[in-house]
């Protein structure tokens, strides 16, 4: 049997695993003996799982494999950050970013190849899109990392939290990724707290709903804006899901989980959503949701945007504004923008089915004419 023919088996979470190992007519334990083996301990070699009696390490071997994407390259950060390009079918490539921070190890996992939203302000919107990630696309990017990083789950962790928060829309990529968060949670899997699971949304308002149903993970909001006009212009998904039923959507979230908070993404672009107007609007809208907390990000500049980060200044100062009145708020230090793997800068190589990329070229094309 071809290696296209086999099942992969990083596509199935646990009860899968079960159900697959049913139908070769093996006990569901033994499923779980594999699980360990390819999670716990990073084995992708049947042969090494030495737990697992013979004949069904050779039933294994016949029809299906344990198979993470190709490393294409990887490339480290002066400050530690780690860059992974990671191959995908027909020519593609998505990217993966390890953050090593002194009390944790966040790794940003990506959901699509590509993202379809085109968000104005991403170097990942300007590739494209091509297609959703696989479960083991998305689980695979992990087991990657923590084989190169020397992650041991229950024992030595180098990775601590995993966010959703690479290329592409999670939600867009549903089930896939829901059964990719569930094995990063699974004690089986990599054995992370809820908390530690992150995804992040520019704001699908069902798909929030449905994931609240679904699975209980932490979640992130792209806002980058708090009224309609500029939103729009940044995140065009916010036509269709504007900031009033956003805002409504995360108040059920946080009906149902009282404890939790809801972190809100804002880039700061010098001239476009950094003035104090936009602050006393973000003021405005963080009111109705008293308990979650805004993340402001620096902008991460790529090859050909016409956005600027703001300066210094106007950052600490729109921070300020938003402290004094209440809002907790926190400055992302910008991380590996010396290998483009800053927030927004993520890219990789995208087979594009949107045209955008080529629109994209042709406007760099006509700026430089002019």
Same mark, same amino acid.
């Given at each position: 049997?071809? @290696?296209?023919?086999?099942?992969?088996?990083?596509?199935?979470?646990?009860?899968?695993?079960?159900?697959?190992?049913?139908?070769?007519?093996?006990?569901?334990?033994?499923?779980?003996?594999?699980?360990?083996?390819?999670?716990?301990?990073?084995?992708?070699? &049947?042969?090494?799982?030495?737990?697992?009696?013979?004949?069904?390490?050779?039933?294994?071997?016949?029809?299906?494999?344990?198979?993470?994407?190709?490393?294409?390259?990887?490339?480290?950060?002066?400050?530690?950050?780690?860059?992974?390009?990671?191959?995908?079918? #027909?020519?593609?490539?998505?990217?993966?970013?390890?953050?090593?921070?002194?009390?944790? #190890?966040?790794?940003?996992?990506?959901?699509?190849?590509?993202?379809?939203?085109?968000? @104005?302000?991403?170097?990942?919107?300007?590739?494209?899109?091509?297609?959703?990630?696989?479960?083991?696309?998305?689980? #695979?990017?992990?087991?990657?990392?923590?084989? @190169?990083? #020397?992650?041991?789950?229950? *024992?030595?962790?180098? $990775?601590?939290?995993?966010?959703?928060?690479?290329?592409?829309?999670?939600?867009?990529? &549903?089930?896939?990724?829901?059964?990719?968060?569930?094995?990063?949670?699974?004690?089986?899997? &990599?054995?992370?707290?809820?908390?530690?699971?992150?995804?992040?949304?520019?704001?699908?308002?069902?798909?929030?709903?449905?994931?609240?149903?679904?699975?209980?993970?932490?979640?992130?909001?792209?806002?980058?804006?708090?009224?309609?006009?500029?939103?729009?212009?940044?995140?065009?998904?916010?036509?269709?899901?504007?900031?009033?039923?956003?805002?409504?959507?995360? =108040?059920?979230?946080?009906?149902?989980?009282?404890?939790?908070?809801?972190? &809100?993404?804002?880039?700061?672009?010098?001239?476009?959503?950094? *003035?104090?107007?936009?602050?006393? =609007?973000?003021?405005?809208?963080?009111?109705?949701?008293? *308990?979650?907390?805004?993340?402001?990000?620096?902008?991460?500049?790529?090859?050909?945007?016409?956005?600027?980060?703001?300066?210094?200044?106007? $950052?600490?100062?729109? =921070?300020? *504004?938003?402290?004094?009145?209440?809002?907790?708020?926190?400055?992302?230090?910008?991380?590996?923008?010396?290998?483009?793997?800053?927030?927004?800068?993520?890219?990789?190589?995208?087979?594009?089915?949107?045209?955008?990329?080529?629109?994209?070229?042709?406007?760099?094309?006509?700026?430089?004419?002019?």
């Amino acid at each position: 049997m071809s @290696q296209v023919e086999k099942v992969n088996l990083l596509d199935f979470d646990r009860q899968g695993l079960r159900d697959y190992f049913a139908q070769l007519g093996e006990k569901p334990y033994r499923a779980e003996q594999v699980m360990k083996w390819m999670y716990h301990h990073l084995v992708s070699d &049947f042969e090494q799982m030495t737990d697992v009696g013979k004949a069904l390490r050779a039933k294994l071997s016949e029809v299906c494999y344990v198979g993470p994407p190709a490393t294409l390259f990887d490339k480290g950060a002066v400050d530690g950050t780690h860059k992974w390009l990671l191959g995908m079918d #027909g020519g593609n490539a998505i990217e993966t970013v390890y953050i090593p921070e002194p009390t944790r #190890g966040t790794l940003c996992v990506s959901s699509q190849v590509g993202c379809a939203l085109n968000c @104005q302000f991403c170097s990942t919107a300007t590739q494209g899109f091509n297609r959703n990630l696989s479960t083991a696309e998305i689980i #695979g990017q992990v087991w990657v990392a923590a084989k @190169q990083l #020397g992650n041991y789950t229950h *024992q030595r962790r180098r $990775i601590t939290n995993v966010v959703m928060m690479g290329m592409g829309e999670p939600l867009a990529n &549903f089930d896939n990724v829901i059964k990719a968060m569930s094995l990063m949670r699974d004690d089986l899997g &990599f054995g992370l707290a809820s908390k530690r699971v992150t995804l992040s949304t520019a704001g699908m308002v069902p798909m929030i709903d449905k994931l609240s149903d679904a699975m209980d993970v932490s979640l992130a909001v792209s806002l980058h804006a708090a009224n309609d006009e500029l939103r729009t212009e940044l995140v065009p998904l916010n036509k269709r899901y504007p900031i009033d039923e956003l805002v409504a959507c995360c =108040q059920r979230w946080l009906a149902r989980r009282p404890r939790t908070s809801i972190t &809100f993404e804002y880039t700061l672009m010098k001239g476009i959503n950094d *003035q104090p107007l936009h602050a006393r =609007q973000l003021i405005k809208l963080m009111r109705k949701l008293p *308990q979650c907390k805004v993340n402001l990000i620096p902008f991460n500049p790529f090859p050909g945007t016409r956005y600027e980060r703001s300066e210094p200044e106007t $950052i600490r100062d729109f =921070q300020t *504004q938003l402290l004094n009145a209440g809002v907790l708020t926190m400055l992302r230090r910008t991380r590996g923008d010396d290998i483009d793997a800053a927030c927004g800068q993520l890219k990789g190589q995208v087979l594009d089915r949107t045209r955008r990329q080529a629109e994209f070229l042709r406007s760099q094309e006509l700026a430089h004419a002019d």
